[in-house]
């Protein structure tokens, strides 16, 4: 353990259960824009969460892969400026995974990864698992090995009074082996509460199917909801009981680094500050009254994110207060 992350253990209170633990891979987008120069930023779509989380004002716990060299210090250096408990970092001599962030002319951004042999991908055997509140995985913690595997474990083996939430987040390029992967996905869905998934996921997973069908394809497999997102379009939130829509509010947009990790954090986040972060009722995920509130206060705080460079998420005092009443 490098002398940052034991200060940062010395810090935190270890007996306080965190209100979401999110696992997975923490990583440096080097942001390529169609002109000017290359941005080194912090990201990682669980790293991009956790931070999001913290910000909004939410007890969080990271919990991955960080490597030694001046990258890993600088991603764990974010976290606890970002109120991110880091006790359960697990510090490598891997070198820091990089992702190539492609942006297009209206801030897209295409990826394209370097993961072999590099930090995202390892794993730990004392990988804590969630003993209450809110679980949170998805992207390449749900794709590289041994990582993905022991996060798969931890969701099943979760307590009765824990919930679990994904957010799929494909990434072609860097599945080598998608029936594996499609497997993983298969035995994962009916563990988890909540699945927040884009319509290109949706592409990749069910081609030639609609997003709406594949939509409920995945609600049908056992999450007791389902929110679909597409760039600018409504998000969908599917349950068995029925769906409600959610209108996106139209914003200037620099990139969408970071916008769907801070969307999933702003919905979780909405259940917490409503006191449903340590025995969330079941019964509660599919009240489309609730769920609607929630959304809402997820495509809020992602608005926010895409007016900026890189993944900047919002903190809670940048909201309207009437999110969370």
Known sequence: ??????????????????????????????????????????????????????????????????????????????LVADEVDVAHVRRTSSPTTLALAELSANGTAAYRFYVDGTSASESFEDLPCQDGGWLMTGGLGLVLNPLADRIVTCIAERSATARAMIDINCRPLVITRPDEYRERLANVLPLVDVVKVSDEDLAYLYPKVSAGDAARKVLESGPRLVLLTAGSDPVQALTASGSSMVEVPAVDVVDTVGAGDTFGAGFLAWWVHHGNNQDVDIASLTDLDLVTRAVTAGVHASTLTVGRRGADPPYRSELDDDLWR
């Open 1 to 78: 353990m490098s002398e940052l992350s034991r200060n940062v253990c010395d810090y935190w209170d270890m007996s306080a259960v965190p209100q979401v633990s999110v696992f997975g891979e923490a990583l440096i987008d080097l942001i390529v824009p169609e002109e000017g120069e290359v941005h080194a930023v912090a990201g990682g779509a669980p790293f991009n969460t956790a931070r999001a989380l913290g910000r909004l004002g939410v007890t969080t716990s990271f919990i991955g892969s960080v490597a030694q060299d001046r990258f890993g210090d600088r991603l764990v250096a974010q």
